[in-house]
């Protein structure tokens, strides 16, 4: 128990400890005069620069639209699969593959796949079934950039919140269902009165893990555009990350940033858990 | 009327069926593109329209990668052995510290005990671009930039608390009977642990190393910060930082590192995809 303590306090408390110390501070790795307190400038700085507000929808419309497309698809995907037939858990298996992909693997199929030239397949395909007429540069366009790197991320997280789903769906108790089949209820009604109510503590949990896991992910995005072009795809890690290791690194700024971050999501996850999770019964 | 509702209901079944294989298509289409690519002559790979199964096999793309041109050749495999040694390494150090925890937090009684939930949690919201930031420097001083141990310590950050909450769900699955039962005849908690205990969770401690192993075989950005030197980086970094910028468009070599970089997990995955998806869904659906 000991053990795992110490490590958990060198690498996990120490380092947020100084992290939010660091907020407070003028600092920059780049000038030997150290640290210098500031009091808040840091977080006026923050609160006032479009380049940080640009950063957080950024962020927002990549982690919101990640989670929401995962979810939909795993949990209709979990429902479809739902049923007897042979060769089920092979089937389920291999719509788990996409999950243990690494991720820089994932990147540079999406350049490959988006590639905005005659042999980028997406573009071929979608000309030859006359959708697009002219070659689409998906990842070097700033509007589109980011959903192509939403179905990207997409492709590569919806795996584990089709598992969830899928052994939520066996959680039920099949007596419920069997009752509600007696009673005559459509499979709508089951849906929303057997199967949801069922399903809720799972939903929750499993959408908030991925709501606070993709706030983190970057990967994807820095291996393919490095938060370009012009900024359409920089989230906050990657600004965060651009701002304490590059150039003039920041790290007053950058911790800053990161104590914003810690407390949106501990606000966000809270708010989300009283208003979604279903009251236990006593 | 009975007759046509079972027409129906096997009419629905073969939709279902016809779906589920379109969907399945669909979802394994980019590594299928990823591996035929990888087998084609670089004319091949540019030619239109794109075949979809390659006119002549060829494994050059695969020799240039790992003894082609010399100097990144020695590089590739050079990242391939780092990755597999930091990844045993943190698989390893994980289950020794998360273990006794997991236990821990399974069968001794102490305050707040009931909130793991919201350790695990609040431990995943933690920048960790940001704590890099003072690991980096902290290590600095310890010598430890660049160095194996000092990368596998810093990915506890990520494993640790996942791993606890994953084991301490199969602990709470074995019945403290057996417990008690060892106690009687004369065993230690320690001995408990490791004698009766541990033999009762090996699908937990299999499903542990492979999310582990499968995170620290991804993880691209503390290895990208803390491995300064060329000769220790991680596969993932050293593709994205040497392979890129030298083969822009080359396709062909690009997606052979791919497939290489993919292989240690999918061969895990093939043996140990029950234990994995068993402990990712274990601890979640008992909430």
């Not at chain 1, 120490?14 to 808040?40: A, C, K, M, N, Q």
């Not at chain 1, 393919?224 to 651009?242: E, F, S």
Request: glycine residues 6%; charged residues 15%; proline residues 4%.
């Amino acid at each position: 128990m000991l053990p795992a303590f110490i490590v958990i306090f060198l690498v996990i408390i120490y380092p947020l400890l100084d992290t939010i110390v660091t907020s407070f501070f003028r600092f920059f790795l780049t000038d030997d005069r150290g640290r210098e307190f500031i009091g808040l400038e840091n977080y006026r700085f923050m609160l006032t620069s479009t380049e940080f507000w640009k950063g957080f929808l950024n962020t927002m419309l990549y982690v919101g639209g990640t989670v929401v497309g995962e979810f939909i698809l795993g949990f209709a995907l979990a429902l479809l699969v739902n049923f007897q037939y042979k060769g089920k858990s092979t089937v389920n298996t291999l719509f788990f593959v996409s999950w243990i992909i690494p991720s820089v693997v994932v990147a540079l199929i999406t350049k490959y796949l988006f590639f905005d030239h005659y042999n980028g397949i997406v573009n071929v395909v979608l000309k030859e079934l006359g959708i697009i007429k002219d070659y689409v540069p998906w990842l070097k366009s700033t509007t589109l950039a980011m959903p192509t790197l939403i179905i990207a991320t997409i492709w590569k997280m919806f795996p584990f919140m089709f598992v969830l789903m899928y052994a939520g769906l066996q959680a039920i108790p099949i007596e419920e269902i069997e009752a509600s089949k007696i009673d005559g209820a459509g499979a709508w009604a089951r849906f929303f009165l057997i199967t949801l109510p069922n399903m809720q503590n799972i939903i929750v949990l499993a959408t908030i893990l991925e709501f606070i896991w993709q706030f983190q992910y970057m990967t994807v995005i820095w291996t393919t555009t490095k938060g370009g072009p012009v900024d359409a795809t920089t989230t906050l890690p990657v600004l965060i990350y651009r701002i304490s290791f590059k150039g003039s690194m920041n790290m007053g700024y950058a911790s800053t940033m990161g104590v914003f971050w810690l407390v949106f999501l501990l606000f966000f996850s809270m708010l989300y858990i009283r208003l979604v999770s279903r009251k236990e019964e006593e | 009327m009975k007759n046509s509702a079972r027409t129906a209901r096997i009419i629905g079944r073969t939709f279902r069926i016809i779906l589920i294989i379109v969907l399945l298509g669909i979802c394994l289409l980019p590594i299928y593109w990823m591996v035929i690519t990888s087998f084609k002559m670089q004319e091949e790979i540019f030619s239109v329209p794109p075949t979809f199964f390659p006119k002549k096999f060829t494994v050059k793309n695969y020799l240039s990668i790992i003894v082609g041109d010399i100097s990144a050749s020695i590089k590739f495999l050079t990242y391939f052995k780092n990755s597999i040694i930091v990844a045993i390494s943190t698989v390893a150090v994980t289950l020794l510290l998360a273990t006794p925890a997991a236990y821990a937090f399974s069968r001794i009684p102490f305050k707040g005990k009931k909130n793991l939930i919201y350790f695990v949690l609040v431990s995943q919201m933690l920048p960790i671009v940001i704590i890099l930031i003072p690991i980096y420097r902290s290590f600095l001083k310890l010598s430890l930039v660049s160095t194996y141990p000092g990368l596998v310590l810093s990915y506890m950050v990520f494993t640790l608390p996942f791993s606890i909450w994953i084991l301490k769900g199969y602990f709470d699955g074995i019945p403290r009977e057996l417990d008690n039962a060892a106690k009687v005849d004369g065993c230690t908690r320690m001995q408990t642990m490791i004698k009766v205990i541990l033999p009762n969770v090996t699908p937990g401690l299999t499903a542990a190393s492979i999310v582990v192993f499968i995170q620290s075989w991804d993880e691209f950005m503390i290895s990208l910060t803390l491995m300064d030197k060329d000769s220790m980086r991680t596969l993932p970094v050293g593709i994205i930082q040497s392979f890129v910028g030298q083969f822009t468009i080359k396709w062909g070599e690009m997606m052979a590192a791919s497939v290489i970089t993919t292989i240690p997990v999918v061969i895990l995955f093939m043996f140990l995809s029950t234990y994995l998806i068993g402990g990712l869904t274990a601890g979640a659906v008992k909430g």
